[in-house]
Nanobody, 115 residues
């Protein structure tokens, strides 16, 4: 199983980015798919989650109304659309796919929001 993240970078406050996490070796539609982030000196925190077949979503309060998690089961890829980015969104973002005793992580991708 491999998860490959892309789409990070350096942006200005108010800009948008879309992170992607392409999975191989499993079918993401069967799993819980989650984005986490970890800022320097802080613990890793859950940003957004899609819960397997129910496809219900949930978000950290700090990103609600600005971020949208989604996935394309045919492409086996999950996404995080991030709008109205703030400096406090600066972190390394990780995708996670879990379920059935499995727990897989992407390599992490840097998002930096700075003027």
């Amino acid at each position: 199983v491999q998860l490959v993240e892309s789409g990070g970078g350096l942006v200005q406050p108010g800009d948008s980015l879309r992170l992607s996490c392409a999975a191989s070796g499993l079918t993401i539609g069967k799993y819980i798919t989650t984005w986490y982030r970890q800022a320097p000196g802080k613990e890793r925190e859950l940003v957004a989650i899609i819960r397997s077949y129910h496809v219900s979503t949930d978000y950290a309060d700090s990103v609600k109304t600005r971020f949208t998690i989604s996935r394309d089961n045919e492409k086996n890829t999950m996404y995080l659309q991030m709008n109205s980015l703030k400096p406090e969104d600066t972190a390394v973002y990780y995708c996670n796919i879990a379920g059935y005793g499995d727990d897989y992580w992407g390599q992490g991708i840097q998002v930096t929001v700075s003027s």
